[in-house]
């Protein structure tokens, strides 16, 4: 069974700054995507960034890229330029694409704060 | 984007009545919908995979005569709690997948369940 790790329960970054989530994952499959959401004091999920596992260069959009590293199982998040909006609760998630169910498994969150 | 509503957004109910949570997707079918559950400060827990016109599938330990969900169209789900009690307290969240090859789940804005 696929699992989805994040280390860090809470970090901290200065406006402006740039700030690393770490996520690291166990599966057997080849085939699979990543995703990081954000979820604010609203609950609302947002997607933040996706990364195919098949594609071998880093997703960025626009202040959020990742770190993808296949043989590693790592897959870490880079916020740069921190804003105060940033500051939420970010999951890493998993998806299969060879077990034939669509359904996310999702690591326990980091909880950035971002400092004025 | 795509759009997932939830209702009600937030419910109270007595110890040992029933309560009907609606998701749905406003602006695209989705043929499977997630029910997850989210303790304060801990990860989305997937409850069940639904898919339009069969029966849910239960993830290991959740009660499936207790979480009732019924996916009878391609924009509507369900989630009812039987017989709740004050220990189904929680952040329900549901998120629903085009399938048809897309990836990504859209997810509703949660509904906070509170029993007295």
């Known amino acids: 069974a696929q699992t989805v790790t994040q280390s860090q329960p809470e970090m901290s970054v200065q406006e402006a700054e740039t700030v690393t989530l770490s996520c690291t994952y166990d599966?057997?499959?080849?085939?699979?995507?990543l995703f990081w959401y954000k979820q604010p004091p609203s609950r609302q999920m947002i997607l933040v960034i996706r990364q195919e596992a098949y594609k071998q260069q880093n997703a960025t959009e626009n202040r959020f890229s990742v770190n993808f590293q296949k043989a590693a199982k790592s897959f870490s998040l880079k916020i740069s330029d921190s804003q105060l909006g940033d500051a939420a609760m970010y999951f890493c998630a998993y998806r299969s694409l060879t077990s034939g169910t669509y359904k996310y498994i999702f690591g326990t969150g980091t909880r950035l704060k971002v400092l004025a | 984007g795509a759009v997932v509503s939830q209702h009600p957004s937030w419910v109270i109910c007595k110890s040992g009545t029933s309560v009907k949570i609606e998701c749905r997707s406003l602006d695209f079918q989705a043929t499977t919908m997630f029910w997850y559950r989210q303790f304060p400060k801990q990860s989305l827990m997937l409850m069940a995979t639904?898919?339009?016109?069969?029966?849910?599938?239960?993830e290991q330990g959740v009660e499936k005569d207790k979480f009732l969900i019924n996916h009878a169209s391609l924009t509507l789900s369900t989630l009812t709690v039987t017989s709740a009690h004050p220990e189904d307290s929680s952040f329900y969240i549901c998120s629903a997948g085009p399938g048809q090859g897309s990836y990504e789940q859209y997810f509703g804005p949660g509904t906070r369940l509170t029993v007295t």
């Open positions: 599966t057997s499959e080849s085939d699979y995507y």
């Open positions: 639904s898919n339009e016109g069969s029966k849910a599938t239960y």
